[in-house]
């Protein structure tokens, strides 16, 4: 159920961008989603294909980033772990804004 809510919500996004673009319909949407945000993406292109039939979904995986707050490095922290890679500090920053991002609407 989780997909299908989260189908809706990309489908309202693109609707909003469409009309702030003035398109009169949609063919296809392209997204990013964070791999830490829980989204099955193979069930979210199925649903997403139950909302919205006519329109391809085209789905990006984004894998989070981070950079240390004492070191400066940055890089790419591990499920259950955001200790730096470089110096084991724990004071980090999730560079990963947002969970989904709409990347295009055609």
């Known amino acids: 159920m ?3 809510h989260t189908a809706k919500n990309i489908l309202k996004m693109a609707k ?8 009169s319909s949609i063919r296809s949407i392209r997204v990013r989603i964070g791999a830490w945000t829980g ?3 193979d069930h979210l292109r199925h ?7 006519t329109i391809s979904l085209h789905v990006e995986p984004v894998e989070p980033s981070a950079r240390c707050e004492d070191c400066g490095a940055d890089f790419e922290p591990k499920p259950g772990s955001l200790n730096c890679d470089k110096c084991g500090s724990r004071k980090v920053t999730l560079n990963q804004e947002k ?3 709409l990347v295009g609407v055609e």
């Open 2 to 4: 989780h997909e299908v």
């Open 16 to 23: 909003a961008e469409a009309d702030l673009r003035g398109l």
């Open 39 to 41: 989204i099955d993406i």
């Open 47 to 53: 649903d997403f294909q139950t909302v919205a039939p």
């Open 99 to 101: 969970d989904i991002e």
